[in-house]
């Protein structure tokens, strides 16, 4: 019963997606996506077990699988409320401007064979390696190469560039995103192709083996970041083994708040730690978030690592931190992000939007630094291109 009544609360969300902006890089259909992804995947192998993958986890059971599905179907539910009260937060912007776009068109064909030979060199490195210095700067020249995109993207709505040259665009990023096995970076480039074709569910239909396509890409480079063969018989191992090892940290924090009773959380707590996180100050302060883990941990509440253990599902951080109220606070936190970026430069815009997926999959540390990334290298290219105006001029 609980598995049906999480799909329709699903489904709610995605009603509300087609009747206010039916295009693909909607907040409300990616939301709907991945909740799908995290949730209903667990859930189901739980319930109905599965051929494609055999994982046992100490806590991967139905009670706390159970108290997360009831948490996500009244998030759901409390979502599907918020967008009557101001649908055109969730409509997507098509009337900005870029900053940079000429400055783009040169950009992007020096920053591309650039960023290639970075990640072939420097590719991610898989789950349990080491992340080091020039990783870290072969991961920050995608994201600022996909920060061009968007410029580029936004000519695109405007029919200034042609849909071919916009695909080839496409095209090379896909390539650098296979070479590096970089799936989030991948998902931000389609999102980013979307928002510049303006997708909707319409043109996505007429374009079904393009979608399809990506579809095979992104399960191809999940099962090569983990030396698997591709085999057609394991198109669903990189979602069951995604969304199981992904959300088992939500699992962990069920299991640490139901033994610590009332326990609420602080959102001082949620600053505090990405506060000294941020700035690398975790040598010199103690992180409630470790504190926590470590009691749990000693007191036997839990016996595995706390997450990420090859994931992230947004539950495992904001319920760690706020405790059940997280079913009001990450729906106005949700609407409230469409809300502030529909106010940015358009460049900033519409990558923002389109990364608006980590939101769910990814820690907020991580989005703040990917964040601040961007901003930093969105004025550097402004201040180019006035410079280039002025002499010019």
């Not at 994201?143 to 580029?152: E, H, K």
């Not at 103690?286 to 839990?302: D, F, K, T, Y």
Request: charged letters at 10%.
């Amino acid at each position: 019963m609980i598995f049906i009544i999480l799909l329709l609360s699903i489904f709610l969300v995605l009603i509300r997606w087609y009747k206010i902006d039916s295009s693909l890089n909607s907040g409300l259909l990616v939301y709907g996506i991945f909740i799908f992804l995290y949730s209903v995947f667990p859930l189901y192998y739980l319930e109905f077990g599965s051929n494609v993958v055999n994982i046992e986890l100490p806590l991967l059971n139905k009670e706390i699988s159970h108290y997360i599905s009831l948490t996500i179907i009244s998030i759901n539910i409390f979502l599907f409320t918020i967008t009557f009260y101001n649908r055109r937060v969730f409509c997507i912007n098509y009337d900005v401007n870029g900053r940079f776009e000429i400055f783009a068109r040169i950009l992007f064909p020096i920053l591309s064979p650039i960023v290639l030979v970075l990640v072939w060199f420097y590719p991610w490195p898989k789950y349990g390696e080491e992340v080091t210095v020039m990783t870290s700067v072969a991961t920050f020249s995608k994201t600022i190469l996909l920060l061009v995109f968007s410029s580029l993207s936004i000519s695109r709505s405007k029919n200034k560039i042609s849909s071919y040259k916009f695909f080839l665009f496409l095209l090379i990023l896909l390539f650098i995103s296979i070479v590096d096995t970089a799936r989030t970076h991948m998902m931000i480039a389609i999102f980013i192709y979307f928002y510049g074709e303006r997708y909707s569910l319409k043109k996505a239909l007429s374009m079904f083996p393009f979608l399809l396509a990506l579809f095979f890409i992104f399960v191809y480079m999940t099962l090569r970041r983990t030396d698997i063969e591709f085999s057609f018989g394991l198109v669903l191992w990189p979602f069951f083994s995604e969304a199981i090892f992904g959300s088992y940290g939500a699992y962990q924090t069920v299991e640490i708040i139901n033994n610590n009773g009332s326990f609420l959380g602080s959102p001082i707590y949620f600053i505090y730690d990405n506060f000294i996180s941020l700035f690398n100050l975790t040598n010199f302060f103690q992180s409630h978030i470790l504190e926590v883990i470590s009691n749990a941990m000693s007191n036997g509440v839990i016996s595995l690592k706390y997450y990420p253990l090859g994931g992230h599902f947004f539950l495992s951080e904001f319920m760690i931190y706020f405790g059940y109220s997280v079913i009001f606070l990450f729906p106005i936190f949700y609407y409230f992000f469409f809300k502030v970026i529909r106010k940015l430069p358009g460049e900033l815009y519409v990558i923002y939007l389109s990364m608006s997926f980590m939101l769910i999959k990814a820690p907020i540390l991580v989005i703040i630094k990917t964040a601040i990334l961007i901003l930093i290298a969105y004025y550097f290219f402004s201040l180019i291109t006035r410079i280039l105006i002025r002499v010019n001029n």
